[in-house]
């Protein structure tokens, strides 16, 4: 079985990964975290009256209680790296969903994880689906260099672009590098009116209630047009991406970027 913490359990992913790895026979789950939480076991909470398990409030307490393999994390952009930086000085595997992580922090802990040979994984997106958009796109850009990302997201997101359109544009600008696109004369009105700018394409960020997490990735050329969608509908959409990453960081012996380098 694969010992199994949950950083940010009362959020939205949080509390469906929770459930998954519950759920899952090859999974255990030995404990959760959050400061801010009142509980001191996750069975205070109506839908886990059956469990125990303990709930955790500062990261060093439980590293000294239990000894996960894996830590997944679904918190907040402002503390993942500390969190993902704090599993591994402490030899526990990072699945990682949080966004807002820069590139520099990526390639440190890289370079830190390689050095202790321990697997990892930070995915701007678990779920299958926008895996494949993601390298749809990069495909049609072969072809296609004019593009624009439009991602659209619940109105509780703290972080535009999502991790998953800078992901996106990432793998467009590694085939077709900067591209000037529009008119170079053009100008705002309203600023902020073209959305932000990654090497030249254009990334727009949506924020509606209702919404749970959506991405088009538009192309457009002489006479023609090529959109590429995802839609999460629902959460469940992450988990098997999830479940599949907390499997693979076991035989990994580094972090790797992105779930599409262990399909
Ligand atoms: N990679 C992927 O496939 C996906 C990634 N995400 C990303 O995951 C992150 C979480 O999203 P979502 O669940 O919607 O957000 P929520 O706001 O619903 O959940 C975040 C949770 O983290 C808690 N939290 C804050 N600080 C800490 C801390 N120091 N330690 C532990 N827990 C903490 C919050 O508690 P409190 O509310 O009390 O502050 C809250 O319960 C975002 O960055 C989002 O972009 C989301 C969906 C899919
Ligand atoms: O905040 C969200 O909800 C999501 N965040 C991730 C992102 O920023 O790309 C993944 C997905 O889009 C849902």
Not at 18 to 26: S, Y
Not at 44 to 62: A, Y
Not at 238 to 250: I, P
Request: with cysteine; glycine share 10%; net charge negative.
């Amino acid at each position: 079985m694969i010992k199994i913490v949950v950083a940010g359990f009362k959020g939205k992913m949080g509390l469906t990964a929770t459930k998954m790895v519950i759920e899952n026979e090859k999974f255990e789950l030995v404990g959760v975290l959050d400061p801010m939480a009142t509980e001191a076991n996750l069975n205070e909470l109506p839908e886990f009256v059956q469990l125990d398990i303990p709930v955790f409030h500062q990261k060093e307490e439980l590293v000294k209680q239990v000894k996960p393999d894996v830590w997944i994390d679904f918190t907040i952009p402002k503390v993942a790296y500390q969190h993902t930086l704090f599993a591994v000085e402490n030899g526990i595997r990072p699945v990682v969903g949080t966004t807002g992580f820069t590139e520099s922090q990526v390639a440190g802990l890289i370079t830190q994880t390689k050095e202790q040979q321990l697997g990892g994984l930070i995915a701007p997106n678990f779920a299958i689906g926008a895996i494949l958009m993601m390298q749809f796109a990069a495909k049609a850009a072969e072809y296609f260099p004019d593009v624009e990302i439009m991602e659209l997201h619940h109105d509780q997101k703290l972080d535009a672009p999502s991790g998953t359109a800078i992901k996106t544009a990432e793998m467009i600008a590694e085939v077709r590098g900067y591209h000037q696109q529009g008119n170079p004369a053009e100008k705002e009105l309203i600023k902020g009116a073209r959305g932000a700018d990654f090497e030249g394409m254009k990334i727009h960020s949506v924020r509606l209630p209702g919404l749970v997490a959506h991405q088009q990735v538009q192309f457009g050329s002489a006479g023609e047009g090529l959109t590429i969608r995802h839609d999460s509908y629902d959460r469940a959409s992450f988990m098997t991406g999830v479940a599949l990453g907390c499997e693979k960081v076991m035989e990994l012996d580094q972090l790797v970027y992105g779930l599409e380098n262990l399909l």
